[in-house]
C-alpha cells in the first residue's frame, strides 16, 4: 500500500558504469520519493569497452548488492543505445515504465544535470522531474574508470607503451598499488569494491587495461593542438544471398570484436577509392574492384560525435550488394589489420550487438533493415 504523499515509481536513468557513492545516494534518494524505483540501465548488449566496461547484469549485481534491504523496491531495465535515434531510446524507456503498471501520473524521474549528456532528462515531460542535488566535489563514474584502468601496463624494460609496441612487443600488466586501492575505497561502496576487486583478476581487466592505454597513447598525440583532428573514415557493408561479410579485428582498439571492413581515407584519395581499397585490404575478397564499385547501391554519413574513444571520428558506409552466384559465397581472407574474415547470415549477424566494434551494428541494421 503506498504512501499518500510518494510516488507509484521513480525513473532513474543512468550507465552506473561503476555504481559510484554518488549513484547511491541518488537511487536512496528516489526510494525515499517512490514506493517501486525503475533503475534504467543504458549501454546494455554491447561488448566491454574502456568507457562501458561492465555488462548490464554485472551493474545490477553492483546497485542490489549496494542496498538490499530495498531488493523488493527494485526493478530493472536493461537498454541498448541507439546513438541515431533518441526517439527509438526514448520508446524503450516508456515501454519499460508501461510494463511497470504504474499509473503516470504518479511516475517520477530522477535525475541531476552533470553535462550535455543529461539532456534527455527534458524528454518525458509526461513525468514530473525530481532534481537531485550532488554533493560537491562529488567523483564521477569516468574519474573511477581512470584509475581503474589507467597507468598499469608496462614494456619489458619498465616503460610506458608506444602506440607501436602494442604491435611489436610483450607488455606486461602491473599490479595496482595501496594508493589507488585507498580512492577507489572513498569513492565506491564497498560491495562495489568487492566486485572490482575480483574483476580486476580476469581476463576481460586485463584486455581493458590495454585499450585503455592504447586510446590514452594514441589520443596525447593531438594534445595542445588548437583544433584537434576529425578523422574521415569509410565502412563498407558487403551483402550476398543473404550473408554479410565481417572482420575481426586484431587490434586496439576493440580488439577481437567484429566489425565492417573499412578504414580511415587516404590524403589525397576519394571516398568511394577508399571504400574499395579497404575493402579488398581486410578481406582479400575475390571479386574485381569494377564489380565490386558497380554494386554499390547506397551510402550514408554516420557521424554521432561520441560514436568512437579514439576521437571525433565521421564514417562514410556504402552498402554493395553482389549478384547471388552459383559458385556460392565469394572467396575471402582477413588481412591487414583484420584477424579474419567472415560471410555471417544476416539473421545472426543483426543480433551481434555485444560482439559489434563502436556503432558497426547500428550501421548495419540501416542499410539491411528493409533488404
Known amino acids: 500500500m503506498h504512501r499518500k504523499d510518494s510516488y507509484a515509481l521513480a525513473v532513474v536513468i543512468g550507465r552506473f558504469s561503476p555504481f559510484h557513492n554518488g549513484h547511491l545516494a541518488l537511487v536512496r534518494h528516489a526510494l525515499a520519493l517512490a514506493d517501486q524505483v525503475l533503475i534504467v540501465l ?44 533518441d526517439q527509438a531510446w526514448v520508446t524503450g524507456v516508456q515501454r519499460a515504465v508501461d510494463a511497470s503498471g504504474a499509473p503516470a501520473t504518479r511516475v517520477c524521474l530522477v535525475g541531476y544535470e552533470k553535462d550535455e549528456s543529461s539532456y534527455y532528462l527534458k524528454m518525458f515531460p509526461q513525468w514530473r522531474l525530481e532534481p537531485f542535488a550532488l554533493t560537491q566535489g562529488q567523483v564521477s563514474a569516468t574519474q573511477v574508470r581512470d584509475i581503474l584502468f589507467a597507468d598499469l601496463l608496462e614494456t619489458a624494460d619498465g616503460k610506458t607503451p608506444a602506440t607501436e609496441d602494442f604491435a611489436t612487443q610483450p607488455l606486461a600488466l602491473k599490479k595496482p598499488d595501496a594508493g589507488r586501492d585507498m580512492l577507489l575505497a572513498s569513492w565506491l561502496p ?15 581487466f586485463e584486455q581493458l587495461v590495454r585499450e585503455h592505454t592504447f ?16 578523422f574521415v573514415t569509410v565502412d563498407a557493408v558487403v551483402v550476398q544471398s543473404g550473408h554479410v561479410l565481417l572482420v575481426q579485428r586484431g587490434a586496439e582498439p576493440g580488439k577481437g570484436l ?91 549477424a543483426r543480433n551481434m550487438s555485444e560482439s559489434f566494434f563502436e556503432d558497426h551494428g547500428s550501421i548495419l541494421e540501416h542499410f539491411v533493415a528493409n533488404l
Not at 70 to 83: G, S, V
Open 42 to 85: 543504458g549501454s546494455a548488449a554491447q561488448p566491454r569497452t574502456v568507457k562501458n566496461p561492465f555488462l548490464a547484469a554485472e551493474r545490477e549485481q553492483m546497485i542490489r548488492a549496494c542496498l538490499p534491504d530495498a531488493a523488493a523496491r527494485l526493478h530493472f531495465a536493461a537498454l541498448p543505445d541507439n546513438l541515431y535515434s
Open 190 to 204: 564497498a560491495a562495489v569494491l568487492d566486485f572490482i576487486r575480483a574483476f580486476r583478476r580476469t581476463d576481460a
Open 215 to 230: 586510446l590514452q597513447t594514441y589520443r596525447s598525440q593531438f594534445v595542445g593542438l588548437k583544433y584537434p583532428p576529425i
Open 258 to 348: 567484429w566489425a565492417l571492413p573499412g578504414g580511415f581515407l587516404d590524403a589525397n584519395e576519394r571516398i568511394a577509392d577508399a571504400v574499395i581499397r579497404e575493402l579488398v585490404e581486410e578481406t582479400r575478397i575475390k571479386v574485381p574492384a569494377k564489380v565490386l564499385r558497380g554494386s554499390i547501391k547506397a551510402s550514408q554519413v554516420f557521424d554521432h560525435p561520441g560514436r568512437s574513444q579514439r576521437g571525433r571520428t565521421i564514417t562514410h558506409a556504402h552498402l554493395i550488394v553482389l549478384e547471388d552466384s552459383p559458385a556460392g559465397l565469394p572467396e575471402i581472407k582477413g588481412g591487414s589489420d583484420a584477424r579474419r574474415a567472415r560471410w555471417v547470415p544476416l539473421a545472426v
